[in-house]
C-alpha cells in the first residue's frame, strides 16, 4: 500500500465545498456500531436456535434433509410433538429478537415470509464449518474474554444505560476520565519496567567449582569433602580406529604416571574428531565458527559425575526457581524428609551426557550460538571443564542485553569448574591461546510426567520476595487500575518450543527466570495467568485486514460514497471465527456482547484512510480546517506517550486493531488450505484464533516461532510460513474482587 495513494486523484476539481466530507469519523464510528450491535443481536437469536433446532433434530432421530439444513424445517411434515417443539423454538427466536431489537421486530412478526434475510442467516449458521463440535474453550481463555468483557462492556455503545454521569458536571467527569487515563498510562509504565527490571535481573546462568585435592592427603572418609572437593579424574577413550582396548588420561597431569602426562592428553586431543555445528538444520564443519575437536558419549566415559557433586541441585535453584532444599522437604537436621508433593512433583532436572569436546590452543573457539535444543522439554546445557591447564576459552552467555561470562584459565590445572544455562541463551567461547580447553558437555531436561497436574502458583513459592511482586500489588490496590478488571499481556522474554506437540502439558511449568517469576507473581496477585501463542506482532496482527478492507472495493468505494455523498453506509464485513461457538452456553446477552467483542471490523480504519486522502487532497488546495489528518497525529502523538502501552480506554474501539491469540497452545501444523482461501481463512483452518482487541501490552515480542506451513497456489506456488510468539496473559479481577488477594 503506498502512502501517497490518492483515491480522488480521478477527481481532477479544486472545489473545495465538493471536497469536504459530508461525514465525519464519529459519524462513522457510530454508524459502524450500531450496525455491527444489530449484527451481533441477530447472530446470537440465530445461532441460539440454530443449536436448538439442530439438537432437536438429532435428538428425533430426524434425517438432515434440505429442509433442515435451512434450519427452518416445514412443521407440516413431522411429527405433531416434533412440529410443536420446533414451534416453540420459533416462538423463543420471536421472543429473543423482539426484547433485544425492539424497534425492529415483534412477537407475532412471520419471520419466514418478512425476514428472509434472518432465514439466510439461518443456513449459513446451519452449514458453518463448526457447527458439529466447537472446540473447547478451556478456563483460561474464558477468564480472558470475561476480563476484556467486563473492561469493554461499560463503554459500548448502546449497551449500557447512557449518560450514567449525567448528573456529574460535564468537567469533573472529564477530568475525572483524563486523570485516570493518566495514571494508567503511568502505572503500565511501571509495570513494564519492573518487569523489564526483573529480567535484568533474573538469573539465567549460574556456576561453580570443585577443587581437585590430593585424596591420599584429605583422607576418603570425610563426606563432606566428597561433595565440595575431587580427586583426580579419569577419562577412558576408543576411537574407531585404534585396537579394542580403551586409552586412559587422569586429569590434572601430574607428569609422573604415563596416563596423566602430556602425551596422553595429546593422545586424546589427536583421536578427536572435528566438531561440527548446527545451521539451518545441517551439521556444519566451518573451522572459522567453531574449532574444536569432539568425542561422542559412546566412544568415552569418565569418573565425574554431576550428581557426585550435588551440582545438578545448584542448577536446579537457579534456572528453576521454586526447587531448594526446604522445598524438597529436608528436616534442617537432614533426618526426615518432609515431602512437600507440589514442590517435589513439579521441575527436576535431568542430565544427558552429550559431548567431550577439547579446545586447543593457540586458535579453538566457538562463536557465538544458541544450542539447538535436543528434546522439546530441554531446558538448559550444563559445561563441566575439565582440569587441565590453559588460557583464554572465556565463556560469555548473554540474555536480554545482560551477560554473565565465566573465566576458567586461571584454575584451569586446581579444579572442575562449570557452568549452566538456558538453552536460549546465546552464548561464546573466545580463542584458547594455550593448553587444552577440555569440556563435558550435557542436555539439561526438566522432567516430571507430563501429565503432572499443574498449580503453577507454587512455582516460586515465595513471589512476595521479587521487587515486582510490589510493584504489581501496589498497582492492584489502586482502583483506578483497571476497575473493571482487564487484560495484560506480556512476551515472554526467554524462547519456548510453545508450537511443539506436548508444549500445553509442559507450560507454564517449562517457564524459565523472569518469565516464571512474572506468571508467579500475577498470579499469586489473584490474576488469571496463562501462557498463549499469538500471531504476529501485537496489533499489527498477521492477516492485515486493513489492506484487505482497502482493497475490498465496495466496501472502499461504498464509504467513499458516505463520506462524499452522506450516503447510505455500505455493507459493513466483518470477520470473526469461532464466534457462535464461543458463545455457546452464555445467556443471549453475553453471547452478543462476546460476538460483539471478538468480531474484526475494518470499516473504521477503512474509513480514516478515506478520510486522510480527502484531507490531503483538501490541504493541497490550501483550505484545510480541523482535519482527520490532524486527528489521526493526535492519537499517533498520544500513543507515543503511552510508549506502545496500547489503551482501551478511549472507547474507540473500531479504530485500533486488536490481537491474533490462539485459544490454546497449539502445535506446529502444515496446511493445503490455502490453494483458494484468504490468508485468514487459511490460518484458521491451520491453527484458529481469536481476534481480541483491548489487551493491554506491556512490551513486544522477542522469538518468534514456526506455527504453521501452508502451500499456496496462484500464479505461483510456493510455502507460506506463519510465526508464533508465546505470551504471557493476565485476567486481572475488577478491583472488587482483587481486593481480598492483597491483604498481606
Ligand atoms: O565449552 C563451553 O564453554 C561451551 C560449549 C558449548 O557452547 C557447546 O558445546 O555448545
Ligand atoms: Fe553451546
Partial sequence: MSEDFDPTREQNTNDDDELKPKRTLADLEADVSAAVIRDCKLDACVGWFSERIRALRRLAKIEKTADWIKGWPDVTSLAPETAQQVEELRGELKRHLARLMPDEFTEDMDVATDHPDILKRLERNYRSRYAGSPPALDRRIKALLDGLLRSHEVRLPGTHPESQDDHAPPTTAQEEATMGRRYFTEACTRLRTAIENENSSALFACGGSVPVVDRGQSGSADRAAATTTTGPVQVYWSTARSDSTARKLVLPLDGLAPQSSAAALGDLVADCQPASFGRNGEEILDPSYRLAGKIDPSHFASSFHPADFEILQMVENVLLPGISEKDLGREDDGSKPVVSKSARHYRKLHAELYKLNVYSGPSGHFATHVDTPRSESQIGSLVVCLPSQFSGGRLTVRHGGQQKTFDWSEASQSAIQWAAFYSDCEHEIETITEGHRL??????????????????????????????????????????????????????????????????????????????????????????????????????????????????????????????????????????????????????????????????????????????????????????????????????????????????????????????????????????????????????????????????????????????????????????????????????????????????
Fill in 439 to 744: 569440556t563435558l558437555t550435557y542436555n539439561l531436561y526438566i522432567t516430571q510426567a507430563p501429565t503432572a497436574k499443574i498449580d503453577a502458583s507454587n512455582l516460586v513459592l515465595q513471589p512476595q520476595s521479587f521487587p515486582l511482586y510490589n510493584a504489581v500489588h501496589e498497582i492492584f490496590s489502586n482502583p483506578r487500575f483497571m476497575e473493571q478488571g482487564g487484560v495484560l499481556g506480556m512476551f515472554c522474554s526467554h524462547a519456548y518450543a510453545h508450537t511443539s506437540n506436548d508444549a500445553h502439558v509442559r507450560l507454564p511449568r517449562a517457564l524459565k527466570g523472569a518469565d516464571l517469576v512474572v506468571y508467579s507473581v500475577l498470579k499469586s496477585l489473584g490474576a488469571e495467568v496463562s501462557v498463549l501463542p499469538v500471531l504476529g506482532d501485537d496489533d499489527r496482527a498477521v492477516c492485515d485486514d486493513w489492506e484487505e478492507a482497502y482493497y475490498n472495493t465496495s466496501m472502499y468505494q461504498g464509504l467513499q460514497t458516505y463520506f462524499k455523498e452522506g450516503g447510505e453506509l455500505p455493507k459493513i464485513k466483518t470477520d470473526e471465527f469461532l464466534g457462535a461457538e464461543y458463545g455457546r452456553k452464555y445467556d443471549l446477552d453475553r453471547r452478543w456482547k462476546l460476538l460483539l467483542l471478538i468480531r474484526r471490523v475494518s470499516a473504521v480504519r477503512c474509513g480514516a484512510r478515506i478520510l486522510h486522502s480527502i484531507d490531503s487532497k483538501r490541504r493541497r488546495n490550501g483550505k484545510a480546517e480541523e482535519t482527520v489528518a490532524g486527528r489521526m497525529d493526535e492519537d499517533e502523538a498520544e500513543a507515543k506517550e503511552a510508549e506502545g502501552v496500547v489503551d482501551w480506554s478511549d472507547g474507540h474501539f473500531y479504530r485500533k486493531r486488536g490481537t491474533l491469540v490462539a485459544p490454546r497452545l497449539w502445535p506446529y501444523d502444515t496446511t493445503h488450505y490455502g490453494e483458494h482461501s484468504s490468508m485468514e481463512e487459511t490460518t484458521m483452518a491451520a491453527w484458529p484464533f481469536m481476534y481480541l482487541p483491548g489487551i493491554t501490552w506491556l512490551n513486544r515480542p522477542k522469538h518468534a516461532e514456526m506455527a504453521f506451513s501452508h502451500v499456496t497456489y496462484g500464479n505461483e506456488a510456493g510455502v507460506g510460513t506463519q510465526y508464533s510468539y508465546a505470551a504471557i496473559f493476565a485476567a486481572i479481577p475488577p478491583f472488587e474482587e482483587r481486593k481480598k488477594h492483597l491483604t498481606q
